[in-house]
């Protein structure tokens, strides 16, 4: 799953879902994209990865505790498969 976040989110947000993570709530990995030294954008990627995009069960799960956890902050969530 790929949830942008506003630079002010970021800390926060990628915080959750870390935890999250740990504690087997969510995919099998997460990733926070890092700001470079001279990026202006003012939106930050964090990465939730499930172990099988063709498992659908497991995909939706994902995406329904990342709304229960309020990550999606009412934007739209995207998955990336493979």
């Known amino acids: 799953w790929m949830l942008f976040c506003t630079v002010f989110e970021i800390n926060e947000v990628w915080e959750s879902v870390a935890k999250a993570t740990a504690n087997n709530e ?3 990995a997460a990733k926070v994209a890092t700001k470079p030294h001279l990026d202006q954008r003012t939106e930050r990627l964090i990465c939730v990865y499930t172990e099988d995009f063709s498992n659908i069960k497991d995909v939706t799960r994902v995406a329904e505790k990342l ?3 309020g990550l999606t902050r009412g ?5 990336k498969p493979g």
């Open 26 to 28: 969510l995919g099998i």
């Open 67 to 69: 709304k229960q956890l």
């Open 75 to 79: 934007k739209p969530l995207y998955y």
